[in-house]
């Protein structure tokens, strides 16, 4: 089995220590700074609770992911879309754009997913809705999508004190630097995944 794993936090110094663990063998991967200002950019940081995740932090999420002909295709046929400007190369060229268009469900799902490292990555108890969904530029086969990440709101549970809902903005771009896609999500988050009392902790793998 493959583990991808914990970040412990240290805040009386500052910093939070990154572990990566790939089957059995464990990686300590640098250093990273702590933000200090919830509205720094923040890179790589993993398995963020609730408690951790303010509102105005952000993130530059790595790697990017370049769109292929594959991921297009499979993903129209996958979930039965027959709209041929994304599976017929014939009539796409005959369209606005000249070429097959890349499915923007796609894109949306694609655009969360390069997100989930760094901000929901085994704390999150589930999506609870996307909201302001929009694609103002079109993606086509062969471009690179770069996402960044902010927390615009987030409130405790009213009814269950182990967990909090979190909204995130997601913001993806392609090479040009073009937004292709930009959504609010609502996550269920973990309140504290150090809270021994929580149905939710986690075990620390030393």
């Known amino acids: 089995p493959i583990f991808i794993g914990e970040v412990r936090?240290?805040?009386?110094?500052?910093?939070?220590?990154k572990l990566v663990f790939v089957s059995r063998f464990k990686v300590?991967?640098?250093?990273?700074?702590w933000p200090k200002n919830p509205g720094r950019a923040v890179k790589n940081i993993v398995w963020k609770d609730f408690e951790e995740l303010e509102v105005g932090l952000t993130f530059e999420h790595e790697p990017g992911r370049t769109v292929t002909e594959t991921d297009n295709l499979l993903f129209t046929a996958l979930t039965q879309n027959p709209q041929p400007l994304h599976l017929d190369a014939e009539f796409a060229s005959q369209s606005i754009h000249g070429r097959i268009l890349?499915?923007?469900i796609f894109t949306?799902?694609?655009?969360?997913?390069?997100?989930?490292?760094?901000?929901?990555?085994?704390?999150t108890l589930g999506n609870l809705g996307f909201d302001r969904t929009t694609f103002p530029h079109p993606v086509f086969i062969g471009d690179t999508i770069r996402v960044a990440s902010k927390v615009a709101d987030r409130r405790a549970s009213r009814s269950k004190p182990d967990r909090g809902i979190i909204t995130f903005e997601h913001t993806g771009t392609?090479?040009?630097?073009e937004i292709v896609c930009s959504c609010r999500r609502g996550a269920m988050m973990i309140e504290n995944k150090h809270?021994?009392?929580s149905p939710h902790t986690f075990t620390t793998l030393d």
């Open 28 to 33: 300590h991967a640098p250093r990273l700074a």
């Open 102 to 104: 890349v499915n923007s």
């Open 195 to 197: 809270d021994r009392r």
């Open 108 to 123: 949306l799902g694609l655009v969360v997913g390069l997100s989930v490292a760094d901000t929901t990555l085994g704390t």
């Open 9 to 17: 936090t240290n805040l009386a110094n500052g910093v939070a220590d």
């Open 174 to 177: 392609n090479q040009r630097g």
